[in-house]
């Protein structure tokens, strides 16, 4: 198969593109896939953080708020956090740090 060469798998998957390419790396032929990566589902609603119930009263049904209900400033304190946890757990430094300090 020479290099660069498309390469789909049966049947075709329209969310998803796969590509093959080939890189050499002193002398040894490397594949190199990429894949197109589907964004997370944004979520409705926030839940509102609860004690925990007692056992005896069975399950109760966490409370909600619309995100449509909620300030700018409160989203925005949401959507900061979710960014910092997601760079933190994949071990990486996030790159528009650098362009808050700067």
């Given amino acids: 198969m020479p290099c660069s060469a498309s390469r789909r798998p049966?049947?075709?998957n329209h969310n998803r593109?796969?590509?093959?390419?080939?890189n050499t790396m002193l002398g040894v032929?490397?594949?190199e896939i990429t894949q197109k990566l589907k964004p997370w589902i944004t979520p409705n609603y926030v839940q509102i953080e609860q004690p925990a119930g007692?056992?005896?009263?069975?399950?109760?049904?966490?409370t909600a708020i619309p995100l449509g209900d909620l300030d700018a400033?409160?989203?925005s304190a949401?959507?900061?956090q979710f960014r910092y946890e997601v760079f933190q757990?994949?071990?990486k430094p996030d790159?528009?740090?650098?362009?808050?300090?700067?």
């Avoid at 593109?17 to 080939?22: G, M």
């Avoid at 007692?54 to 049904?61: A, E, I, K, L, Y």
């Fill in 17 to 22: 593109e796969r590509r093959l390419r080939c």
């Fill in 54 to 62: 007692r056992r005896q009263d069975g399950f109760v049904q966490a």
């Fill in 29 to 31: 032929l490397m594949p």
């Fill in 95 to 102: 790159p528009s740090a650098d362009d808050q300090r700067a």
């Fill in 10 to 12: 049966y049947p075709v």
């Fill in 89 to 91: 757990k994949a071990g």
């Fill in 73 to 75: 400033e409160t989203l």
């Fill in 78 to 80: 949401l959507c900061d």
